[in-house]
């Protein structure tokens, strides 16, 4: 407790670029907790562990344990789900430490390890929500060691629950789930888990109590082919194929239902459903019209994270904009209803994730996760970094701000606007400097590779020795330039 107390008094005294966000934590690289230094040397002398090789992508706050995701896109992750004590003595650079442990994050191991993953969601039940893709590497040296499984752990005894294993139907050619969304109903068997596949552009929906899976198709699971040219932290590429990406459930309306908004990445546009199809299995086929256009953020508003507050009011980050925005759902979906919440040019490069924890505290973490993948990371500078701020202190002044008379149980279902085209055209022309092909992200990760390779051999548990060629990995720059000065060396894959 004297940690966290510690831990939270700092948040106010930490300087910082953004205005409300408070930088908590920040790492040149990721490093891990081992039990012993001989354990560790073992791993860096066999390959198991290469920091430089980690980004983190994901992260959850379940009171003491903050966790952050890492997934194996390159070899030398030793675990891919880890958490952070809040009540150890602060460090302002943190070792990881696996979750449940190390031998839970084995690669390869399908029935008792985690192999890859990428976002968490804790529930009121005190369970933590964990999807492991199963894949390693990225395109286009990807490997699937394992099926899609979700993985529910009780937070109390930190054991597994559950493992379900996606069902045949629920998997295309190109699937790739990117995200979770939790529908939370009157008991913990009455929950509802909700996973969007990126690139097979399908969501899929899971019962707790039934134990089962079903997948629903629609068009605005698709990207919006007007939109897929990104500028990132001066990088210029294309992420012209990526659906169905963010993912927020409402509060319960009057109806007893939540309305679970998304948006592909390749979009501008929001959508929306509500929770009484997607729980339904039947609706699986028939509810095409059920589905609506709700609007559009306005130009330069790429997402691939959106959570929802009590009040119904809709964070989501903003990778185009270094920045976190807010919606007041209360509002129509239009650009003069949308603020930015807080932004830093330097410090949210890329903030990947945005969560809000029971405490209505906001957290996001941030990993110019585009210039690990199209250009250098510079690891004599700070490249990752979590912030904290209060809700409410967050979204103050905004148009977001909700409105206090209003009571939270007084959510009411949203209205959409038909008459909305699923494409926005007042886009912004930014060329800085120009990358050609197409940059997938997460699965179908860059197409731009170092022209070196190496090979690296794995013995997983119960199979033969397999080898795996992955591009080689970024070298630790000892150059104190900014890594926008850093050569590119990098050549397409044909």
Not at 83 to 105: G, H, V
Not at 191 to 206: C, K
Not at 368 to 380: G, I, K, N, P, Q
Not at 392 to 417: H, M, R, W, Y
Request: charged share 20%.
């Amino acid at each position: 407790m004297v940690g966290r107390l510690l831990l939270f008094s700092y948040i106010f005294v930490v300087a910082s670029a953004t205005v409300k966000l408070r930088e908590l934590y920040a790492w040149n690289v990721l490093d891990w907790n081992y039990p012993d230094p001989f354990a560790k040397q073992r791993d860096i002398d066999s390959g198991a562990l290469n920091p430089k090789n980690a980004l983190p992508v994901g992260i959850e706050r379940w009171r003491n344990k903050l966790f952050v995701s890492v997934p194996r896109w390159f070899p030398g992750i030793p675990a891919t789900l880890n958490y952070i004590d809040m009540d150890a003595p602060y460090d302002p650079s943190p070792k990881l430490t696996p979750y449940p442990s190390f031998r839970e994050n084995e690669l390869g191991n399908c029935d008792e390890g985690l192999t890859t993953v990428y976002r968490i969601k804790a529930d009121k039940c005190d369970r933590l929500w964990v999807l492991d893709v199963g894949t390693y590497g990225y395109d286009p040296n990807v490997t699937n060691l394992c099926p899609y499984a979700l993985n529910v752990y009780d937070l109390h005894t930190n054991r597994r629950l559950r493992r379900y294993v996606f069902r045949n139907e629920d998997i295309v050619s190109t699937t790739f789930i990117a995200n979770i969304a939790l529908d939370e109903g009157n008991s913990c068997d009455d929950t509802f888990a909700y996973f969007s596949d990126e690139l097979g552009y399908g969501l899929i929906a899971y019962s707790w109590e039934q134990n089962k899976s079903w997948r629903f198709s629609h068009s605005f699971f698709f990207p919006d082919p007007l939109v897929g040219d990104f500028n990132i932290a001066g990088l210029n590429f294309q992420w012209g194929s990526e659906g169905i990406f963010g993912i927020s459930a409402s509060p319960r309306g009057p109806d007893g239902y939540r309305t679970l908004y998304f948006s592909p990445l390749s979009s501008y546009t929001e959508f929306a459903v509500s929770t009484r199809i997607l729980r339904d299995e039947s609706k699986v086929e028939g509810s095409y019209h059920d589905f609506k256009v709700v609007g559009s953020r306005g130009p330069n508003t790429h997402t691939t994270s959106k959570v929802m507050d009590e009040t119904g009011v809709q964070l989501y980050n903003l990778i185009d904009q270094n920045a976190v925005g807010c919606w007041n759902t209360n509002l129509p979906l239009k650009p003069q209803n949308t603020a930015i919440a807080d932004k830093d040019d330097v410090g949210l490069i890329f903030p990947c994730d945005v969560k809000i924890d029971l405490d209505r505290n906001v957290w996001v973490i941030s990993d110019r996760m585009a210039v690990f993948l199209e250009s250098e990371l510079d690891y004599s500078d700070i490249n990752f970094r979590i912030y904290v701020a209060n809700f409410d202190s967050l979204v103050q002044g905004t148009v977001c701000e909700p409105d206090p008379s209003q009571a939270i149980t007084q959510f009411k279902n949203p209205t959409f606007d038909n008459s909305l085209s699923i494409y926005d055209a007042n886009l912004a022309s930014v060329t800085p400097q120009t990358f050609t092909g197409v940059s997938p992200a997460f699965r179908s990760l860059p197409t731009y590779v170092n022209n070196a390779q190496q090979k690296f051999t794995y013995q997983f548990p119960n199979q033969p020795a397999q080898s795996y060629v992955f591009s080689t990995p970024k070298p630790l720059l000892s150059s104190n330039r900014p890594w926008w000065f850093a050569n590119n060396n990098y050549s397409p894959y044909k």
